[in-house]
């Protein structure tokens, strides 16, 4: 029931653009996407309900095609604060709207 | 204060022991989460309850039992812990709808 993340690992200077995608086998409901850093907790970025909706958040946004029970995540002009690992979380809406999550992507941003 | 705690934070025990994860938040939110993060696996679900008297298995309960001692606490316990139990736990809450899940700081449970 896990998504799909792709890619694993990704590396960038600052500066730089990058999309993680994030694709289910199952219809969606809804899709969650996270960020964790080193040793701490994943922390909630934004939450994406209906199909083409797009939100943003400060220089990251994101997007979701249910028709292709995909989303991807863009972060722009990459800071180094956004080093970390994203996650997706899928809801399928039934049985109780669980959250199952992808199995990560692992951004690095260097100067 | 943080929104959700977990202790305890580290725990190393030995095969066979019982142990308890516990975890309390003052969110107010009715659902809450025990997840399990190993590397390269992402998170996965374990158990979640949306009340007091509501408990439900996740992907990988076998192995696990928890309770739901208030709106507030939910405690996540190994009965008989075993090796391929080491690993990250987090515990989440939830209010639904269009909101996220706030997350603990975990606990890393090491099972010699």
């Known amino acids: 029931q896990q998504p799909v993340q792709s890619p694993q690992a990704v590396i960038l200077r600052e500066g730089e653009d990058a999309v993680i995608n994030c694709s289910s086998s199952?219809?969606?409901?809804?899709v969650h996407w996270y960020r964790q850093k080193h040793g701490e907790a994943p922390v909630f970025l934004m939450i994406?309900?209906?199909?083409?909706e797009q939100k943003g958040h400060e220089k990251i946004s994101a997007s979701f095609n249910e028709k292709k029970q995909q989303s991807s995540l863009y972060l722009t002009a990459s800071q180094l604060s956004y080093s970390g690992t994203y996650f997706c979380g899928t809801v399928r809406g039934y049985p109780a709207n669980n959250l199952f999550f992808g199995t990560g992507t692992r951004l690095t941003v260097i100067p | 204060d943080a929104d959700v705690t977990q202790t305890p934070r580290n725990r190393i025990t030995k095969t066979g022991k019982r142990i308890m994860l516990e975890c309390s938040q003052t969110k107010g939110h009715d659902r809450m989460y025990w997840y399990r993060q190993d590397p390269g696996l992402g998170l996965r679900l374990i158990y979640y309850s949306f009340d007091v008297k509501d408990i439900n298995k996740g992907e990988i309960s076998d192995g696990y039992s928890v309770s739901r001692q208030a709106q507030a606490k939910f405690s996540l316990s190994l009965e008989s812990a075993i090796p391929n139990q080491t690993a990250l736990y987090f515990c989440?809450?939830?209010?639904?709808?269009?909101?996220?899940?706030?997350f603990g700081s975990g606990t890393r449970l090491t099972v010699v």
């Open positions: 989440a809450t939830s209010e639904g709808g269009e909101n996220g899940y706030t």
């Open positions: 199952k219809a969606l409901y809804s």
């Open positions: 994406l309900l209906k199909g083409g």
